[in-house]
C-alpha cells in the first residue's frame, strides 16, 4: 500500500478512515527497518509502543477527527525526555536513563493525535555541528552516505529526508535544527525564544536553547510548530503569548513583504554553488512579491565568538549537573579510600571529547579572573548583535541568508579541527543571540547536495517566516529525496 | 591580548571541573584551547563601553508572564525518582553516595 509522505496527507487520511493509523505506523517502521541500518537515524525505536498508541488512535477515531496531527508518526531528538522510553542525549552518561516524565513538547504531541514512533540521534548533549559526536556513533546524510547530515539534530533531519518519518522535533542552540535541515534538504525551524516549552529537554545553552520542527514541507512544519507551541506553566521562560494559525498564513504568495539581505556577510566563505542557489532563491522571492533590499548587520560577524564565549559558560554550569548521584551512570574512580570526589570524576570521565573541550572553556571563561574579560564582553557584544537585528527590522520585515556557507561535508572531514567546525553555524547563531525566529528552507542544489535558504523574523513572528518559506518553496526548483525502495 | 594556556593551565581548569583529563587530552586541549581563545580574541577589540550585558533570552520588553503563584503542585513520587539513583536507600527515602571527606 502507498503510505502519503506528508504529514498533512497521513492526517487527512486517517481522518476519513481511508488508512488506519496502525497501517501508518507498521509502514513507517518498515522504512526505518529498510533505511536506518545505513543511515543511523535513530539511537531507539519504540515498536510496541508506536503501535499500541497506533491501536488506540484507531479505536476512538470517532473521537480524534479534530485532532491536528492524528495518526502522524514523528521522531523525536534523544535529549528531550520521553517517559519510560530511553533518552540519552547521545551520551554514555545517560546511556540507560529511562525519564519518569514527558517533556511538554511530548505531551503537547500526544494530545495532537501523533505517534511517537522513535528517539533520533544527535552530537552529544545537542553540542556539534556534524552528529559526529555522538557517543553512539555518526548518523549518514541519505543524499550521500559518505557525508555528514549536519548537526546537532542531524538525526531528525536525516530521518525526515530519507522518508521514514514526516516530522521530528529537534532542538537548535546555535543552529542545531537548520544547519542539519539545510544538508538534508528539509525544512527547519528555530521559533522565537520563549515561544515552545523546554520543560523535559536537557538543558545546553539556556538562554540560546529552542525546541522545533523539522519537515518536509512549510506546511507540516507550521502544524508541528502550532501543535508544541504556546505558554507552559512548568516553563519559567516561556512567553505568554498566543501563537497565530500559521497554516493559514501560507497563501503562497510573499507580497508586500520586505527582505533584507546582509550582503557584507556573504563576502567570504560561502561555497560558489551555495551563493548561486541562495541568489536564485531570493530571485524566487522577488518573483513571489517580495522586494529585496541590501542591509547591515555591522556586529554579526562576531557571532561565532561571542556564541562560543556565552553557550560554553552556559553548557559548563548546566553540565555540572552529571555527577553520578542522582540519575545516570555512575562510575567509580578508584582510590585506596573512595570519597564522593571519587564518583564526580570517575562518572565525569563519560564525557566525550567535544563536550569536554565545551565544559573546559565555559570554566575558563567564567573562572576567577577571566568572568569580565570574556563573559561579560562577549554579553555586551551580544547586546549590539541584538541591536542590529532590531536597527534592521525597522527598515525591513526578514533578513535572509544562506543557512550554512557549505553543502554537507564528508564524515571525520572536520572532526580534527573544532575552529572549522564552528564556522559551519555561522549564519545560524546570531539568530538565536537575538532570540529571533529562524527557518531554513531547502532553496536548490549545489553538486547535487541541498542548499537551505534561511529567513530571520521579528520576536513571536513565526507565521510570517512560514509564510515566506511556503512560497519559496512552491516557486524554486527543488525536488526532495526519493529514497530507492 | 590573547590568552595562551599552558598545559599548567588546562589542568587547573580540569579540576575546576573535575575531569580527569589524560597526558594526551592535557596537551591537545592546550593547544585547541589557546586556538579557540585566540578567535574570540576579536571580542576583546569591540569598543563596548556604555553597552548593558544581555542577561537573558528575551529582552525585558517581550511577554515574560509574572512569577508563578506560590501554589502547592503535585510532584513526581519520591520512590520513582530514587528508581533512577545509581545508589539509594529506598526505605530511608535517601541517595547513597561513598564518605565525603577523605582520610
Partial sequence: MSIPEQAAEIRAAVVSRQISAVEICRATLERIRQHDGRIHAFLHVDEAGALARAERLDRDAGSGAGLPLLGVPIAVKDNICTAGIPTTAASRLLERYVPPYSATVVSRLE?????????????????????????????????????????????????????????????????????????????????????????????????LDQIGPLARTSRDAAALFSAIAGHDPSDSTSADTTVADCGAALNGDA????????????????????????????????????????????????SIPVYYLVANAEASSNLARYDGVR??????????????????????????????????????????????????????????????????????????????????????????????MYLSDVFTVAANLAGLPAVSVPCGLSDRLPVG????????????????????????????????? | MAETLTPADVSRIAALARLDLTPEEIALFAEQLTAILAYADQVQQVDTSGVALTTA???????????????????????????????????????????????
Fill in chain 1, 453 to 485: 535558504l534561511q529567513v530571520t523574523a521579528r520576536p513571536f513572528d513565526e507565521a510570517t517566516l512560514l509564510r515566506v518559506a511556503d512560497a519559496l518553496e512552491r516557486r524554486v526548483n527543488f525536488t526532495p529525496l526519493k529514497m530507492p525502495a
Fill in chain 1, 327 to 420: 540519575y545516570g551512570t555512575r562510575i567509580t574512580a578508584h582510590g585506596p579510600r573512595t570519597t564522593l570526589s571519587d564518583i564526580y570524576y570517575g562518572t565525569r570521565a563519560l564525557f566525550g571529547a567535544e563536550a569536554k573541550r565545551r565544559i573546559m572553556i565555559g570554566t575558563f571563561v567564567l573562572s576567577a579572573g577571566y568572568y569580565d574579560a570574556y563573559y561579560a564582553k562577549a554579553q555586551q557584544v551580544r547586546s549590539l548583535i541584538r541591536h542590529d537585528f532590531e536597527q534592521a527590522f525597522a527598515r525591513v520585515d526578514l533578513v535572509a541568508l544562506p543557512t550554512s556557507p557549505t553543502v554537507a561535508f564528508k564524515l571525520g572531514e572536520r572532526t580534527a579541527d573544532p575552529l572549522q
Fill in chain 1, 255 to 302: 507580497r508586500g513583504l520586505r527582505i533584507g539581505v546582509p550582503r557584507d556577510l556573504l563576502e567570504h566563505g560561502v561555497e560558489p554553488g551555495v551563493r548561486e542557489a541562495f541568489e536564485r532563491g531570493l530571485a524566487a522571492l522577488g518573483e513571489a512579491g517580495a522586494s529585496i533590499t541590501d542591509i547591515a548587520l555591522p556586529h554579526a560577524s562576531l
Fill in chain 2, 57 to 103: 533570552g528575551m529582552s525585558g520588553s517581550e511577554p515574560l508572564r509574572a512569577a508563578r503563584g506560590d501554589d502547592l503542585v503535585p510532584s513526581l513520587p519520591r520512590e520513582t525518582l530514587l528508581e533512577q539513583a545509581p545508589d539509594a536507600d529506598r526505605a530511608a527515602g535517601v541517595f547513597k553516595v561513598p564518605r565525603v571527606l577523605g582520610s
Fill in chain 1, 111 to 207: 494530545r495532537a493525535g501523533a505517534v511517537i514512533v522513535g528517539k533520533t540521534n544527535c552530537d552529544e548533549f545537542a553540542m556539534g555541528s556534524s552528529t559526529e559526536h555522538s557517543a553512539f556513533g555518526p548518523t549518514r546524510n541519505p543524499w550521500a552516505p559518505d557525508r555528514s547530515p549536519g548537526g546537532s539534530s542531524g538525526g531528525s533531519a536525516a530521518a525526515v529526508a530519507a522518508g521514514m518519518v514526516p516530522l521530528a522535533l529537534g532542538s537548535d542552540t546555535g543552529g542545531s535544527i537548520r544547519q542539519p535541515a539545510s544538508l538534508c534538504g528539509v525544512v527547519g525551524l528555530k521559533p522565537t525564544y520563549g515561544r515552545v516549552s523546554r520543560y523535559g529537554l536537557i538543558a545546553f545553552g539556556s538562554s
